[in-house]
């Protein structure tokens, strides 16, 4: 083999039609052979590319040998992309030893730990305040007597979760009053990877700033009220006025120079004062956003910012005008009505829940067919598991469903509530036996 050679440093496995899709515009474009590294590959994952490399990322010595057993091939490598949080440090080290070009490898860590970005805050507190974004006090904690002591320092609420967890695992919120033991027995499961304290951001609306290089925009995100924050919808276009925009881009681009993102992507969430004029960075990431974001931008902006991913490592990206939306979309978590087991091999054969409950939320509005359409349908897991009605995490879902909503007769974060619940009603009747309520639940 002589083509040229993009190397892919780990994925999610939910995204793993992500990864396909990349793979599929390197051959197309750059005529490029894909090199996939993996921990403990498995067959799905040598379907998506021409050759797979078994190698943890979080492995000490990951970058020395992947250098090692990529030697021989080093003069065709001639892009790579790292596309896990896992790797972001690692995945850069290694594709920087391999003289591909690649954003900050000793700023990344703040892109992987959490403890570590709210250092790099620290460190430049002063300049962050003088941009009106906010730095949450915090502390890492290995016991239940350092939450008491964070509990005591902030009365009025703080948050506790694990460094590196994604998706809200482990994620709560301590309110004025709420039981820390129970607290502290929720993160308990992540004290070796380590857990931290964050002041509670006292501010309620939340968005996320991404892109790549310099292409940017930004997210609506919809969350859960309550104990556990999960995320619920993620909305294109954000509706912000121009002055709450600028607040959302330069707290991003602030949290971009922290974590060495350069020409990659990113996914930076950030929650914003009802006066638009503050805000708080919650999290980095030096990765495309998840819950199908960069598919909403395809949908919306008419770009296919995978492609430009691919381009651009190559070093072949072209400049791309600002980006005007044409549509408004949202990927949406749809749940269960009652803590309950639940396989998606319990829903009838040919039932359509999502498309039932599409068209009875068209309806409650009034909308003409065509104006609210399902773009993308997956169930989070073919597998059979306890699921809560109040989701703990975004893994304690059904399903994820992306409509896409043509038109001014609606807003479509009403639609996200009404199509949530059209949902449960929708897939209570294509079961086919219910599953009765577990107890102790």
């Known amino acids: 083999m002589t ?3 993009l190397l892919i440093v780990d994925y999610n496995l939910s995204r793993i039609d992500e990864v396909r899709h990349l793979r599929d515009h390197a051959h197309e474009q750059h005529g490029a052979a894909v090199v996939l590294i993996r921990a403990d590959p498995t067959e799905a994952d040598r379907s998506i590319a021409d050759e797979v490399i078994d190698l943890d990322p979080l492995r000490d010595d990951f970058a020395e040998m992947g250098e090692k057993l990529l030697g021989d091939r080093r003069e065709r490598i001639r892009a790579g992309i790292v596309f896990s949080d896992n790797a972001v440090r690692s995945g850069a080290e290694l594709l920087e ?3 591909v070009r690649v954003d900050s490898p000793r700023l990344a860590e703040g892109a992987f730990s959490k403890y570590r970005y709210r250092l790099a805050e620290a460190h430049v507190s002063e300049l962050l305040e003088a941009q009106r974004v906010m730095v949450p006090a915090f502390a890492e904690i290995a016991s239940l007597g350092q939450l008491r002591a964070f509990a005591r320092e902030h009365p009025g609420g703080f948050v506790v979760k694990p460094v590196a967890e994604g998706n809200n695992r482990g994620v709560v919120v301590v309110r004025p009053g709420d039981d820390l033991m129970a607290a502290f027995a929720e993160v308990l499961p992540y004290l070796e990877g380590g857990v931290i304290c ?3 951001i006292p501010y309620r609306r939340e968005y996320s700033f991404d892109g790549l290089g310099s292409l940017e925009f930004v997210t609506e995100k919809l969350s859960a009220d309550g104990r556990y924050p999960v995320e619920i919808a993620q909305v294109l276009p954000a509706r912000i006025e121009e002055h709450e925009r600028a607040t959302l881009e330069r707290a991003g681009r602030q949290a ?9 992507p990113f996914h930076n969430e950030i929650k ?6 503050r805000a708080a960075v919650v999290e980095p990431n030096r990765r495309p956003g998840g819950m199908r974001i960069w598919s909403l931008a395809h949908w919306v902006y008419g770009i296919d910012l995978h492609h430009h991913w691919i381009d651009t490592a190559f070093g072949a990206g072209t400049e791309v005008e600002r980006l005007v939306p044409g549509c408004s979309a949202a990927t949406v978590m749809l749940g269960v009505g009652t803590d309950r087991s639940f396989s998606p091999a319990g829903v009838t054969a040919g039932a359509d829940p999502l498309g039932d409950a599409v068209r009875a939320t068209a309806g409650r509005f009034g909308l003409a067919d065509g104006e609210l359409t ?3 349908f997956s169930w ?3 597998e059979r ?3 809560h009605a109040v989701a703990r995490d975004n893994a304690d879902f059904a399903a994820q469903g992306c409509v896409v909503l043509r038109g001014d007769r609606t807003d479509i974060r009403t639609v996200v509530h009404t199509l949530r619940e059209a949902w449960l009603d929708a897939l209570d009747r294509a079961l086919l036996l219910p599953t009765p309520v577990r107890k102790g639940r």
Do not use: T
């Not at 971009?256 to 990659?264: A, E, K, M, P």
């Not at 914003?272 to 004029?277: A, E, H, M, Q």
């Open 198 to 200: 964050e002041e509670l």
């Open 256 to 264: 971009n120079w922290l974590v060495g993102q350069c020409d990659g």
């Open 374 to 376: 399902v773009a993308d």
């Open 380 to 382: 989070l897991s073919p």
């Open 3 to 5: 083509r040229p050679i």
């Open 385 to 387: 598991r306890d699921l």
């Open 272 to 277: 914003l004062s009802d006066d638009g004029l």
């Open 97 to 99: 030893r391999l003289g």
